[in-house]
Antibody
Framework: EVQLVESGGGLVQPGGSLRLSCAAS????????MSWVRQAPGKGLEWVAN????????YYVDSVKGRFTISRDNARNTLYLQMHSLRAEDTAVYYC?????????WGQGILVTVSS | DIVMTQSPDSLAVSLGERATINCKSS????????????LAWYQQKPGQPPKLLFY???TRESGVPDRFSGSGSGTDFTLTISSLQAEDVAVYYC?????????FGQGTKVEIK
């Protein structure tokens, strides 16, 4: 079964840092681009970043550039999102998703709350 | 950035009736070299992640019931549910993957009348 499982979320103070992980199973991880997509409480979907199969291409939405870093460990079948200088507006459920075009597989999501 | 605008924001449809959701992109998402529209549709039920329904605007994902259809080209797209069922209550999103940043519509909430 193709599966993505996020972890690492929680409550963090403004200005703090957090690292999210996404463990992939059931498919050949290093054959796929991967993305992070977030959803603020009660709001719509916002693409955050994506990374090529070999990590050689990376893109971010402007609002997280310089603060977030997407990476992957193909040996561990794991996607990461390192988040620094967190703001209240980063509060959201963060999903990892598979694909460079349409996202055909999504994790269940992990909640990140930025609050003092 | 390509702005995706869905209409309506919400709609209530009787069981068995047709539901139509529109999505308009601020620029064309049709790639002329391969004649493909870089547009997907997702369904999101409460407490669940989004589920892919269509890609390339009209290619149905495996397992999606055929009462769902996707159409359109260029800048104007439509998701149609031909006969609404109770399990179709959800928020539906369009998504362009023509360029980066990837962007989504604001969502359309479908309810039972």
């Amino acid at each position: 079964e193709v599966q993505l499982v996020e972890s690492g979320g929680g409550l963090v103070q403004p200005g703090g840092s957090l690292r999210l992980s996404c463990a992939a199973s059931g498919f050949t991880f290093n054959n796929y681009w991967m993305s992070w997509v977030r959803q603020a409480p009660g709001k719509g979907l916002e693409w955050v970043a994506n990374i090529k199969e070999d990590g050689g291409e990376i893109y971010y939405v402007d609002s997280v550039k310089g603060r977030f870093t997407i990476s992957r460990d193909n040996a561990r079948n794991t996607l990461y999102l390192q988040m620094h200088s967190l703001r209240a507006e980063d509060t959201a459920v963060y999903y990892c998703a598979r694909g460079v075009y349409a996202f055909d597989t999504w994790g269940q999501g992990i909640l990140v709350t930025v609050s003092s | 950035d390509i702005v995706m605008t869905q209409s309506p924001d919400s709609l209530a449809v009787s069981l068995g009736e047709r539901a139509t959701i529109n999505c308009k992109s601020s620029q064309s998402v049709l790639y002329s070299s391969n004649n493909k529209n870089y547009l997907a549709w997702y369904q999101q039920k409460p407490g669940q992640p989004p589920k892919l329904l269509f890609y390339w605007a009209s290619t149905r994902e495996s397992g999606v019931p055929d009462r769902f259809s996707g159409s359109g080209s260029g800048t104007d797209f439509t998701l149609t549910i031909s006969s609404l069922q109770a399990e179709d209550v959800a928020v539906y999103y369009c998504h362009q993957y023509y360029n980066t940043p990837r962007t989504f519509g604001q969502g359309t909430k479908v309810e039972i009348k």
